[in-house]
């Protein structure tokens, strides 16, 4: 069964930087493609950044944290990280980490983590 496990969120100042996590078992190749989600209360649930497993294949950004999040993935822990550099306030929110499976017939399925708090405040 597949899963996914985010960490390292956590409280940091405006300027700050902090390092999600996101674990996947059994392996990363579980998914065509996993992104970070970002969540605050009243609101839909967006996309920050996302990558495909495959290599040699670029990564998304949101234009709100595009030159300053970076997404990467490591074949050999697993792992798809995402690097959160010159936070902001409106960087606040649950970080949540979605893995897509492209399935034959062109649907796809989700499966989402459990969430990380990220909270940018002075």
């Known amino acids: 069964q597949v899963q996914l496990v985010e960490s390292g969120g956590g409280l940091v100042q405006p300027g700050g930087s902090l390092r999600l996590s996101c674990v996947i078992s059994?392996?990363?190749?579980?998914?065509?493609?996993v992104g970070w989600y970002r969540q605050v209360p009243g609101k839909q649930r967006e996309l920050v950044a996302s990558?495909?497993?495959?290599?040699?294949?670029?990564?998304n950004y949101s234009d709100s944290v595009q030159g300053r999040f970076t997404i990467s993935r490591d074949y050999a822990k697993n792992t798809v990280d995402l690097q959160m550099n010159s936070l902001k306030p409106e960087d606040t929110g649950v970080y949540y980490c979605?893995?897509?499976?492209?399935?034959?017939?062109?649907?796809?399925?989700?499966?989402w983590g459990q969430g990380t708090q990220v909270t940018v405040s002075s």
């Open positions: 990558m495909f497993m495959a290599r040699f294949r670029s990564a």
């Open positions: 979605n893995g897509e499976q492209i399935l034959p017939s062109g649907s796809k399925d989700n499966y």
């Open positions: 059994p392996s990363i190749f579980s998914f065509n493609v």
